[in-house]
Nanobody, 119 residues
């Protein structure tokens, strides 16, 4: 079984920074894609950023230039550095990893971590 555990959320003022982490553990052969999604109050879950195993990144237009995704394959961990935070970034943030185990390849989700940006 595979588990994803997130950390790093919290309450910050506009313009400040936060760093989210998500570590995977369990029966992992390889991780093909790591990503972050978010879901604000009354909204659909949306893509924030992804990174592939060979380092290719993709960002939502709303976070380009402010957020940076990075991965540590040796630690099975993905990070999201969030700078210049805005109130509209307030959401529950979920990590997602496409993980190959011995018999399967499938996506896994973290439990979510709340990020609140408010004066």
């Amino acid at each position: 079984q595979v588990q994803l555990v997130e950390s790093g959320g919290g309450l910050v003022q506009p313009g400040h920074s936060l760093r989210l982490s998500c570590a995977a553990s369990g029966s992992i052969f390889s991780i093909n894609v790591m990503g972050w999604y978010r879901q604000g109050p009354g909204k659909e879950r949306e893509l924030v950023a992804t990174i592939t195993s060979d380092g290719n990144t993709n960002y939502a237009d709303s976070v380009k230039g402010r957020f940076t995704i990075s991965g540590d394959n040796g630690k099975n961990t993905v990070y999201l550095q969030m700078n210049s935070l805005k109130p509209e970034d307030t959401s529950v943030y979920y990590c997602n990893m496409l993980i190959r185990s011995r018999l399967t390849i499938r996506p896994y989700w973290g439990q979510g971590t709340q990020v609140t940006v408010s004066p």
